[in-house]
Antibody, heavy 118, light 107 residues
Framework: QVQLQESGPGLVKPSETLSLTCTVSGGSITSYYWSWIRQPAGKGLEWIGRIYASGSTNYNPSLKSRVTMSVDTSKNQFSLNLTSVTAADTAVYYC????????????WGQGTQVTVSS | DIQMTQSPSSLSASVGDRVTITCRASQSISSYLNWYQQKPGEAPKLLIYAASSLQSGVPSRFSGSGSGTDFTLTISSLQPEDFATYYCQHSYSTPRTFGQGTKVDIK
């Protein structure tokens, strides 16, 4: 079965760039949309954006000016870059697969905590 | 953006109770509505997709209904493992948005 695993620094300084990678195992990265979703401690879920295997992207307008996503099909990985981070970007970051004709998040990574602090 | 509003924000219930959570979209989303369960320290888990389709492996005590703007998640007989937070999410358009969550705890 498909498994997703986030990786990247757990601590990022204010004004710097948060970079995370999600590695997909047990299945191909092609033919699906792949999303990043975050959750501040004790709060709800926020969709950051998604990328298709072709490289096509959709970003949340609230973060669009700071977000870039990329995909490496040869490594079965996709990545998130979030620039100019502040404490408000501190959260657990999840990667997830969006599947099905009606589009639902059926597979999730375990999540990785990213803290923005000097 | 489409806003998703869940009610209640929290509820207390006993094992065996029937529990109903509602989700309202700020505009019609047809049946593009999904439900997730999240336990502390874990990633969300898909329960229901397309408003009423049960994800494989999810117990049949979970059911979903609705279309347009109003949706419901029902747990027919609450089990100890069901105490968690539940989120609705629309997939009608981007950006995808989630409800604020409904925490179900033990009475």
């Amino acid at each position: 079965q498909v498994q997703l695993q986030e990786s990247g620094p757990g601590l990022v300084k204010p004004s710097e760039t948060l970079s995370l990678t999600c590695t997909v195992s047990g299945g191909s990265i092609t033919s699906y949309y792949w999303s990043w979703i975050r959750q501040p401690a004790g709060k709800g879920l926020e969709w950051i954006g998604r990328i298709y295997a072709s490289g096509s992207t959709n970003y949340n307008p609230s973060l669009k000016s700071r977000v870039t996503m990329s995909v490496d099909t040869s490594k079965n990985q996709f990545s998130l870059n979030l620039t100019s981070v502040t404490a408000a970007d501190t959260a657990v970051y999840y990667c997830a697969r969006e599947a099905g004709a009606s589009r639902y998040f059926d597979c999730w990574g375990q999540g990785t905590q990213v803290t923005v602090s000097s | 953006d489409i806003q998703m509003t869940q009610s209640p924000s929290s509820l207390s219930a006993s094992v065996g109770d029937r529990v109903t959570i509602t989700c309202r979209a700020s505009q019609s989303i047809s049946s593009y509505l999904n439900w997730y369960q999240q336990k502390p320290g874990e990633a969300p888990k898909l329960l229901i997709y397309a408003a009423s389709s049960l994800q494989s492996g999810v117990p049949s005590r979970f059911s979903g209904s609705g279309s347009g703007t109003d949706f419901t998640l029902t747990i027919s007989s609450l089990q100890p493992e069901d105490f968690a937070t539940y989120y609705c999410q629309h997939s009608y358009s981007t950006p995808r948005t989630f409800g604020q969550g409904t925490k179900v705890d033990i009475k």
